[in-house]
C-alpha cells in the first residue's frame, strides 16, 4: 500500500474486501482487495496463505506500459505496453520488448534491517514515518470491516 501510494501520490479512499475462511473460522484463506483512490484509479490485491505457488508480485500500469516485480529471482521489469482509443473508436494496442530493470543487490529483508538500524542510529531518515504507518492501518481496518461486511465498500475514515 505504502508503494502504491508513492507510484500514485494519492491514498486509497475505499476499500472493497472479499474473503473467506474455510479451515478455521477466525483466519481468512484468502482476501481479495480493491483500493479505490480519489482520483477514480483503483489497485487490486489478493492475497492467499495456502496457495501453493508462494509468489509475490506487483504490477504498475501506467499511461505507457507497465512495471512488472517478481520476487523470485528479484526480477524487476519496464513493458512498454498499452492500449488506447483511437480516432475511429476501436481500440490501438502498443508493445515493445520488455527492459530489465537493476535492482539492488542482497536479500530485501536484510536490507530493510539494516536501513532500520542506521535509522535509530541517526544515519538515514526513514522512507515512511509513522503518519504514513496510520494511514495503512486505516486501510487495513476498511478492509477488515468490509470483509465483515460482505464485500461491501468501506470509507477509509
Known sequence: IVNAALVLDEWPCRVSCHSRANIRSTVSDYAHIILEHPSGRMASVHVSWLDPQKKRELTVVGERGMLLWEDAGG??????????????????HHAGPAERLETAPGEPLLREMARFVACCRGEEKPLSDGREGLVVLRVLAAAEESARRGGAPVEVG
Open 75 to 92: 526480477r524487476l521489469e519496464y513493458l512498454p505496453n498499452w492500449a488506447e482509443a483511437a480516432p475511429d473508436g476501436s481500440t490501438e
